[in-house]
């Protein structure tokens, strides 16, 4: 059984920093790109970063380009996100999924989605 299993949300100020994880099991990581997606409340999802499997690059929305920063670890199955100088827009929950690309544009092609960590950027 293939599951993402996110972890490290919470409560920040704005300006502040938080690192979520990832973590995989039930399929072949190291043959996966893994992304970040993140929802708000009456928003659609967006794609925030991606990190490939064969060539193992990176992508970043524009909107968090400079402040976040994508990292994996094939021998822990796990993915990493550190998020810095946070602001309110920031607030959403955030999911990794997996999927063959780093197709940010099209959600629908990831195969596998973890449940979710609320993420809340506020004074």
């Known amino acids: 059984e293939a599951q993402l299993v996110e972890s490290g949300g919470g409560l920040v100020q704005p300006g502040g920093s938080l690192r979520l994880s990832c973590a995989a099991s039930?399929?072949?990581?190291?043959?996966?790109?893994i992304a970040w997606y993140r929802q708000a409340p009456g928003k659609e999802r967006e794609g925030v970063s991606c990190?490939?499997?064969?060539?193992?690059?990176?992508y970043y929305a524009d909107s968090v380009k400079g402040r976040f920063s994508i990292s994996r670890d094939n021998s822990k199955n796990s993915v990493y996100l550190q998020m810095n100088r946070l602001s309110p827009e920031d607030t959403a929950v955030y999911y990794c999924?997996?999927?063959?690309?780093?197709?940010?544009?099209?959600?629908?092609?990831?195969?596998?989605w973890g449940q979710g960590t609320q993420v809340t950027v506020s004074s």
């Open positions: 999924a997996a999927g063959d690309f780093c197709l940010l544009r099209a959600p629908d092609e990831f195969d596998y």
């Open positions: 039930g399929f072949t990581f190291e043959d996966y790109a």
């Open positions: 990190f490939s499997s064969s060539d193992e690059k990176q």
